[in-house]
């Protein structure tokens, strides 16, 4: 059985710094897309970053320059590295595996099979 489970949530002040880790079981994250995504309060979810088997990568415009996403394949773990936080990120952090090995699927979170249950962050001014 396929888990994902967030950790790293936290409470900060604006200008902090956090990191998430999700860590992955019951499958392979190898060859597949790994995604951090959000649903600030009262809003969709929407696409943070994304991290291929290769490296390759893609950011939301308004996480560019302050949120990194990493990956080790052999503990099964996708970070998100979140730096100079603003109120705006406040939100709960789903980490998601793509459905498809060897396809870039972005954004769309219809092609992504597997979720977490989320982690919170709160970062106030």
């Known amino acids: 059985q396929v888990h994902l489970v967030e950790s790293g949530g936290a409470s900060v002040q604006a200008g902090g710094s956090l990191r998430l880790s999700c860590v992955f079981s019951g499958d392979t994250i190898i060859d597949y897309y790994m995604g951090w995504f959000r649903q600030p309060p009262g809003k969709a979810r929407e696409g943070v970053a994304i991290?291929?088997?290769?490296?390759?990568?893609t950011y939301a415009d308004s996480v560019k320059g302050r949120f990194t996403i990493s990956r080790y394949n052999p503990k099964k773990i996708v970070y998100l590295d979140m730096a100079s936080l603003e109120p705006e990120d406040t939100a709960m952090y789903y980490c998601?595996?793509?459905?498809?090995?060897?396809?870039?699927?972005?954004?769309?979170?219809?092609?992504?099979?597997?979720w977490g249950q989320g982690t919170q962050v709160t970062v106030s001014s």
């Open positions: 998601a595996r793509s459905t498809r090995p060897f396809f870039r699927p972005g954004f769309n979170q219809a092609l992504y099979e597997y």
């Open positions: 991290v291929g088997n290769d490296g390759d990568t």
